[in-house]
């Protein structure tokens, strides 16, 4: 008896799985926490150099004199957006007291001294360590390692949990995390910031890919659409439930404490959560595989016999395949390419959008709770349309009403007012309900096109690639920084909607593969999608792709991290 073939026997979502599958989701939740919370760490306020000699110089104007001095001491700001000018301060030898004549056109000077705006922020780790004018690239280079801590972690996790187990996987994760984002909040320059960041990013990224994996190896052939999808669910509740936390405490050291201890909540999973039984299956340790399904079974009110599998029909080998045969003719290599250019471009894009939402505009947090919302409905759509529309059409859809959402901004933010911010702020939603939703369908739409023989690796190497988008989105969002004015705070959205324009257009060019027998071979790949290729089946209501045992590994890549 193959593993497909028992979990349908013992019910394909049966309460076991049910009970399994929500624990297994709750670590998404904190997983959507770590991937966006830098908005709130690394959060820039509105600043200028401080006064020098006045001790007691804030942001906020306490009096008439305490105005007459910053007038005379800091030079009005070229960006109209800003009155003064958040890097320089007037060259002059003199203590708040000795300001007896206007100093405008006396030289400037970098300054070494910043007060910060809290109308926003109390204190992120910005303000903490003056991460801004000459510095301030210094916050791209810290979403970008983090992001690298992502890529490194889904291989490292990824071979650790083939190698130890899932389960041992998980639990190493989860320490991991606690340890390192506990004690990140008393990170005391830039450089352990980073690092433990990185750190972070790697135990995110372990921690969702292997409760995923644990998740969907339970969980029968028809099942697993839905299900793959029901995870972001908990991913986007992340996205609330740090902003909520954000908005109430305003402090990066509270917020990063606050959410870091929560971590602990998953120690017990230990006892709770079983070896997956596939994996136990693939090492030969058939015994304790067997024991887990039949107390699934229980559970279930189902029945299997004693023995469930037996070596012969486990020792089942697929043909060998390389990566580098998907370049091996011009139809092959057309399509790996626009496949690896659109994981990087959704993952770039929305991963952007979530980083870019402080430059929206209005309310900063509200901004930032609206783009967790829109996941919702872009995961909804996807559950209930992929399987009607088609795997090409939705994708392009998606990628393409994202792409115009992002482009049309550009037109409220240069030639509107302020009157139209929520416009701003509703097109950028948009890209970003786009992106969710393509975030999801890449993954099913580049399983089924890539063959059989070498879907695992493939999915690996696009995987990759949106690893890749993601330490670009911080540099393309901080464009808006460098510079400057109506132009810069619309320039990132603009890059965001070209790059998804250019790639929903270019997945014009991929086969649909809804309903379709799926290539096995890289020979049956260079022909799927003509007109003498296989013939459809119409009985298959998700594609083989899709249900395989492959799952084990491929199904890892159908995630935000």
Known sequence: MQFDEVLIKIGEFGSYQKRLYFLLCLPAINCGIFMTISVFLLGVPDHRC???GYDNDTYRIQSKYHQMLVNKTIPRSSDVKLKYDQCHIFAANATYDEFNHPLNDTPSLNCKRWVYDDAIFKATFVTQVNLVCDDIYLLSLANMLFFAGVFVGAFFFGFLSDRIGRKKTLYVSFILMLVSTVVLTWAPNYAAYVSLRFLVGASASGIFLTAYVIGMELVGPSKRLWAGFGNMYFFAIGLLVVGGIAYAVRDWKYIELITGCSCALYLPYWWFIPESPRWLLSKGRIEEAEAIL???????KATLP????????????????????????????????????NWMVVSMIYYGLSLNTGNLGGDFYLNFIISGLVEFPADTLCI???????????????????????LCTIFT???GGDELQPLTVTLAMIGKLGSSAAFGIIYIFSAELFPTVVRN??????????????????????????????FGRGLPLLVFGAASVAAGLLS?????????????????????????????????????????DNTAESSACQTKL
């Open 413 to 415: 933010v240069l030639y």
């Open 306 to 341: 004693q023995k469930i599998f037996d070596k012969d029909s486990l020792n089942t080998k697929v043909a060998d395949g390389k990566l580098w045969n998907l370049f091996s003719s011009r139809v092959l290599l057309l399509r790996t390419l626009i496949i690896f250019f």
């Open 384 to 406: 209930l349309l992929l399987n009607r529309l088609g795997r090409k059409k939705l994708h392009c859809g998606s990628m393409l009403l994202g792409g115009i959402g992002c």
């Open 50 to 52: 401080a006064i020098p």
């Open 508 to 548: 014009l060019f991929l086969p649909e593969t809804l309903n379709r027998n799926l290539p096995e071979t890289i020979e049956e790949a260079k022909h799927f999608g003509k007109s003498n290729s296989r013939d459809k089946d119409k009985e298959v209501y998700i594609n083989n792709g899709y249900q395989k």
């Open 294 to 300: 039949h107390k699934a079974a229980r559970v279930n």
């Open 457 to 486: 690796s493939s999915m690996g190497a696009s995987s990759c690639c949106a690893r890749i988008g993601g330490m670009v989105a911080p540099y393309i969002t901080d464009l808006g920084r460098l510079v400057g004015g109506d």
